[in-house]
């Protein structure tokens, strides 16, 4: 058995590096959404924000966008979202508290999660969302 070990340790390397870049992005991205917060608090307003997407003449928070995955919920939470048939971001965010407590082996500690990652994004739990784009979830992710 011959066993290339440089090439084993630059791909743990590089995966180790991407790792931190993407908790690097992270970061940033929960600090430019807490500054936005903090400015509309303000009355100050961001057309260009990269945290928004403009779509056929609307504003959408970029977030709902996304696959649930991107908040990197525990296996517990994701298999529940998952047997509620909650796939994105923008689905997640018009369910109520009660919605996701009915869900069976979905509790407080699932449900303060997801609140707590959600706030970071600028969204909520029980939103109502009129005319989203769906048919452009695949084309913005």
């Known amino acids: 058995m011959n066993i290339d070990y440089k090439h084993r340790l630059a791909h743990v390397e590089t995966e180790h590096r991407l790792a931190q870049l993407e908790w690097q992005l992270r970061q940033l991205t929960e600090r430019v959404s807490h500054l936005e917060r903090v400015a509309r608090s303000r009355g ?3 057309p ?3 945290l928004v997407h403009t779509l ?5 928070n970029k977030h709902l966008f996304h696959r649930v995955e991107l908040l ?4 517990r939470t994701g298999n529940c979202l998952k ?6 971001i923008y689905q997640l965010v018009q369910k109520t508290e009660q919605d996701l407590l009915k869900s069976k082996n979905f509790g407080r500690k699932s449900l303060n999660e997801i ?11 029980g939103m109502t969302i009129k005319d ?3 048919h452009l979830v695949h ?3």
């Not at 056929?56 to 959408?60: D, F, P, R, S, Y």
């Not at 990197?72 to 296996?75: D, F, I, R, W």
């Not at 047997?83 to 994105?88: H, P």
């Not at 609140?115 to 739990?125: E, I, Q, T, Y």
């Open 44 to 46: 100050w307003t961001f």
């Open 83 to 88: 047997i509620n048939s909650i796939y994105y």
């Open 48 to 50: 260009h924000s990269p």
């Open 132 to 134: 989203f784009p769906v």
């Open 72 to 75: 990197e919920p525990s296996v």
């Open 115 to 125: 609140k707590d990652v959600l706030a970071g994004m600028n969204l909520s739990l």
């Open 139 to 141: 084309k913005c992710t």
């Open 56 to 60: 056929e003449g609307e504003q959408w």
